[in-house]
């Protein structure tokens, strides 16, 4: 007798246990999707799991996922056993689950191309789930811009000298309308500091213009810092690298000494702060 109780209670706890399981997941949860370029060098992912640890502690009772969209860093991660979903993907298995309200956050820097193909896809998910909303990048405004040039010009290192240049790399978005929001911020950083420049690897301003100024004004060092989420390819090799092409070897060849500072902005968490408010905003919304 004692023994067909056993049993039976173990029968039906296991049979609890299976139905817990297959509970959907989101049913009482709302997800996050933080949706990036991506990357696939290890020291830039730091800045990624720092935006992860503040995100969580911002938005705890949220689930938190991540998307990357660009398939050339997928791959390369995938052939090192790393599985990153692209934001298609993402939302996929998101439904799947049974979540019924998602944010993407855009940790994009500019709303460019590469943030309107993320609202596409979102557009293809939107009949999906209750709510399916995507929260702006960074530059979304005047004073997103106006803020987060004032903290990167915080991060100039100390020893830096009023007659030394500053250049912030920003990555500039060709063709896009967006790509003005660069100009934008080079109009904030120099109203703020004479020495202090941007210069972007794909648009505008561009980095020839801002050497023809860096020589007019006889300057003989430059602070280089990333305008970028993070210190990746373009920061190690386009900017500090040993090409002769980079913006190091370019600055030599003018007689000017550089000082590379290898941190992405995603690094500094007063700028994660603005991804965040935006965010915070986004759900807010009703
Ligand atoms: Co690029």
């Not at 799991?49 to 503040?54: R, T, V």
């Amino acid at each position: 007798m004692d023994r067909i109780l056993i049993i039976m209670i173990l029968f039906f706890s296991c049979a609890l246990l299976a139905q817990e399981k297959n509970e959907p997941k989101g049913k009482n949860m709302d997800a996050i999707l933080l949706v990036t370029f991506g990357t696939s060098d290890p020291e830039a992912k730091k800045a990624f799991a720092n935006i992860e640890k503040l995100a969580r502690k911002k938005f705890p009772d949220y689930e938190i996922r991540w998307a990357y969209t660009s398939e050339m860093i997928r791959k390369k991660l995938a052939r090192n056993g790393e599985i990153l979903p692209s934001p298609e993907e993402a939302l996929s298995k998101l439904k799947e689950e049974g979540f019924s309200n998602v944010y993407m956050q855009s940790l994009h820097i500019i709303p460019g191309a590469e943030f309107h193909e993320v609202v596409a896809v979102s557009t293809k998910f939107k009949k999906d789930f209750d709510k399916l909303v995507i929260s702006p990048p960074l530059l979304n405004s005047m004073d997103d811009v106006k803020k987060s040039v004032e903290i990167m010009l915080s991060k100039i290192p100390a020893d830096r000298k009023k007659e030394d240049a500053v250049i912030f790399m920003g990555h500039g978005s060709g063709k896009h309308p967006s790509d003005m929001i660069y100009v934008a911020a080079a109009y904030v950083i120099e109203k703020s500091d004479e020495n202090a420049f941007m210069a972007t690897v794909e648009g505008n301003p561009a980095f020839g213009d801002i050497l023809a100024r860096l020589n007019e004004k006889k300057i003989k060092k430059a602070y280089l810092l990333v305008f970028m989420s993070v210190a990746g390819e373009h920061a190690k090799k386009d900017m500090a690298g040993a090409d002769t092409d980079s913006w190091k070897s370019i600055l030599a060849k003018n007689g000017i000494e550089s000082v590379p500072v290898l941190k992405g902005m995603a690094e500094y968490d007063e700028i994660v702060n603005i991804w965040l408010e935006h965010l915070e905003k986004t759900i807010g919304k009703k």
